[in-house]
């Protein structure tokens, strides 16, 4: 175990770490300024259904523009500049942010701020293709699942520190403060990205856009596996996520400030990275189907208990342990998605994963909204955990090849 490793962390002059230097400091600005986007949007319209409104932003140019980005990164070089071209693009948005807060720009100050969100969709359309076909390069194909916790494992560590920060420089310094952080966060990374040295493979020049889009997706709806997997996370973040909602938990039901919110929002990943560093010691190989769904329905019992809880410390507790069941499925799902896709088409198949995945944060976001306003903050997150747990029940039934997945079948 250790050697495998050893292998990750000095292949490549150092490659891996420099990755994931990329990776921390993109989710460490991305969390940021989504926890205080969160709080200034509802801080100024105290409306739940304005904080679905900033998953909607985002998600209709992620949305529009991720499989372009997936057949960019395939056919296209190199990788290594389009994963730049992401952070350009997030510290641009931080920076819009910062001058919004600052009073610098004025006018409708929503308008603004949802502006800016939409270009983070545009941002994160590049990153996880970008990243994911670099892993495929860097890391030895042996040591992907491993290499899938660590990475994991650096990605929940943004997610713990990220919104702490987030809701501490709100509470403590200024929203400006915050801001302007990310933006230094991105230039941080396009530094680690510009000391990566890497051989990328020949690019694919030549394919016809839509055909190439088009090739991606007949792969991914033929694989029962990869789609299952698929449809089952993004489901699940769709109706059982409550994350979007918290700054409403927080205000109206805690009566706390931002670092309450910050609390919240990194309790998650605390279970999640807990969860990421004892699979890096202890992965799963067997069952991981069974793994997969069992984790999708504990988190969605997890959803119902929080709903249902009135105490602060309780609640951060029980979303600690969903954070946990979700690191359980982004490793496997991770791992899978590696292990299953030919390299020619990486970037595409992250890019359908991440419109999968990606979007149903942020439509799950506004579904969260919609739902808060038809039935009442609490009862909507109840109705989310009750259908997570319908998903996994249907997926359990509709797709027996990922119930039935071991991992070394994917070899």
Not at 10 to 17: D, R, V
Not at 134 to 151: D, E, H, K, M
Not at 173 to 191: E, P, Q, R, S
Request: aromatic share 10%.
């Amino acid at each position: 175990m250790l050697l495998s490793i050893n292998q990750l962390f000095s292949n490549h002059q150092y490659a891996f770490p420099k990755l994931l230097a990329f990776r921390v400091q993109m989710v460490l600005a991305y969390q940021i300024m989504a926890v205080v986007a969160g709080w200034h949007i509802y801080e100024i319209t105290h409306d739940p259904l304005a904080l679905g409104l900033i998953g909607l932003a985002e998600v209709i140019p992620y949305f529009s523009s991720a499989l372009f980005a997936g057949h960019a990164v395939d056919h296209y070089y190199s990788r290594r500049l389009f994963a730049i071209l992401s952070a350009a693009l997030l510290c641009l948005s931080a920076l819009t942010l910062s001058f919004v807060s600052k009073g610098i720009i004025s006018g409708n100050l929503t308008v603004w701020i949802y502006a800016s969100i939409a270009l983070t969709g545009f941002a994160r359309a590049f990153i996880a293709p970008s990243y994911n076909t670099l892993f495929a390069i860097i890391v030895p194909r042996a040591t992907f699942a491993r290499g899938a916790s660590i990475g994991s494992s650096m990605f929940q560590i943004g997610l713990i520190v990220g919104p702490a920060i987030g809701g501490l420089l709100v509470g403590f310094v200024n929203k400006t403060a915050a801001y302007t952080l990310a933006a230094a966060l991105c230039a941080g990374a396009i530094i680690a990205l510009s000391k990566l040295k890497v051989t990328e493979p020949k690019a694919q020049n030549g394919r016809p856009v839509f055909k190439s889009i088009t090739e991606g997706l007949r792969f991914v709806w033929g694989n029962q596996i990869l789609l299952g997997a698929q449809l089952l996370d993004m489901f699940a973040v769709l109706f059982g996520g409550a994350v979007a909602l918290l700054p409403a938990f927080v205000h109206d039901i805690y009566q706390m400030g931002p670092e309450g919110l910050g609390i919240l929002r990194a309790a998650p990943a605390i279970g999640a990275i807990l969860m990421g560093l004892w699979l890096t010691k202890n992965p799963i190989n067997l069952h991981a189907g069974r793994w997969l769904l069992s984790a999708v329905a504990g988190f969605g019992i997890c959803m119902i208990a929080f709903a249902l809880s009135t105490s602060f410390w309780i609640s951060a507790a029980i979303l600690i342990v969903a954070g946990a069941m979700d690191g359980v499925s982004v490793i496997l799902r991770s791992t899978i998605m590696q292990l299953a896709t030919p390299d020619e088409m990486r970037g595409r198949v992250s890019a359908i994963n991440g419109i999968f995945i990606g979007s149903s944060n942020e439509l799950g976001a506004f579904e969260s909204g919609v739902m808060a306003c038809l039935m009442g903050l609490i009862p909507s997150v109840i109705f989310g955990g009750l259908m997570t747990l319908g998903v996994v029940g249907i997926t359990a039934k509709k797709a027996p090849k990922l119930r039935e997945l071991e991992l070394q079948q994917l070899h």
